[in-house]
């Protein structure tokens, strides 16, 4: 058995199939964890869980929309690994930059459901399976640096992270009694299928000029920037780090 920051750490990562999800699963596993590799496109959760060492990874087909795959996800863990203790709430959606009188309300209540409501499902699923046996569990939820920083064009988008950031400060607040730590990384702007989704569908140079301004650091983020944050946030070394926002975002945050 691998000897790593996450030795046997069971750890659920929703859309885990590209994108950071699939550099958090990577990373995870690199440092000795169980990852169940959770998408709703059941062909890249399960490329990317056959990728990871030593059969560590499992792809599961799921909608982190959906209650009752939260119960199976559970049951899932605890059959094949005997038990969950970390949960990387990843999956997320976008939508093109437009005026914010332009988005549908179809589209801000999906954003709501993908990118909020998990957070409320996910804790009626793990907070008492957690509680029962005794305390423990670690969750890090991936907001973004648009929650502080909200620029025109997403404002819908960042209302949503915004919600995950003040989400995860106050369940850390109410469970920090029973060992249970909640923290959100707020990541910049990255080269994932998001920077082309926010282009409208084109990843241009000038498009991806225009989204990396005034990031002083001079890049978007990467999936191992986040994925090392979290890893971070996950272990061990972060036991006493409950309600933290991280920034992950080159400095973007001061610009
Ligand atoms: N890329 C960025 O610029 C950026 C910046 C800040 C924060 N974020 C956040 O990081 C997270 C990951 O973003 P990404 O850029 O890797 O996105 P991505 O689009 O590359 O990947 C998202 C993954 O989530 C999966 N997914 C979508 N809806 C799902 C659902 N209902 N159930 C299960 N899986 C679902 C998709 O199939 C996909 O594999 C998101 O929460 C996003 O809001 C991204």
């Given at each position: ?7 046997n750490k069971v750890t659920i ?58 119960s199976?996800?559970l049951e899932?863990c605890v059959q094949?690994w005997g038990s969950v203790d970390v949960l ?34 996910s804790a009626k699923v793990l907070v008492p399976y957690w509680k029962e046996r005794g305390g423990g569990g670690i969750v ?35 469970m920090?009694p029973f060992g249970i730590r ?74």
């Amino acid at each position: 058995m691998s000897t790593g920051r996450l030795t046997n750490k069971v750890t659920i990562v929703t859309g885990a199939g590209t994108g950071f999800g699939a550099g958090i699963a990577a990373k995870f596993a690199s440092e000795g964890a169980r990852v169940l590799v959770w998408d709703i496109d059941s062909a890249s959760a399960s490329a990317v869980a056959s990728s990871l060492p030593n059969a560590l990874g499992l792809a599961f087909e799921g909608d982190v929309t959906k209650p009752a795959d939260w119960s199976r996800a559970l049951e899932t863990c605890v059959q094949k690994w005997g038990s969950v203790d970390v949960l990387v709430n990843n999956a997320g959606i976008v939508y093109p930059a437009m005026s914010s009188l332009d988005v549908e309300e179809k589209v801000v209540d999906r954003l709501w459901d993908v990118n909020v409501k998990p957070l409320y499902h996910s804790a009626k699923v793990l907070v008492p399976y957690w509680k029962e046996r005794g305390g423990g569990g670690i969750v890090v939820n991936i907001s973004s640096i648009s929650a502080p920083r909200p620029r025109p064009n997403l404002v819908w988008y960042a209302a949503s992270k915004g919600a995950v950031t003040a989400t995860t400060r106050g369940l850390a607040a109410e469970m920090a009694p029973f060992g249970i730590r909640y923290n959100c990384i707020q990541p910049v702007i990255a080269e994932t299928n998001m920077l082309t989704v926010i282009q409208g569908g084109t990843d241009t140079p000038e498009g991806r000029a225009a989204l990396s301004a005034n990031i002083p650091a001079g890049r978007m983020a990467r999936p191992a920037d986040v994925a090392n944050a979290a890893c971070y946030l996950a272990s061990e070394e972060a036991s006493f780090l409950t309600g933290v926002c991280l920034d992950v975002d080159g400095g973007r945050s001061l610009a």
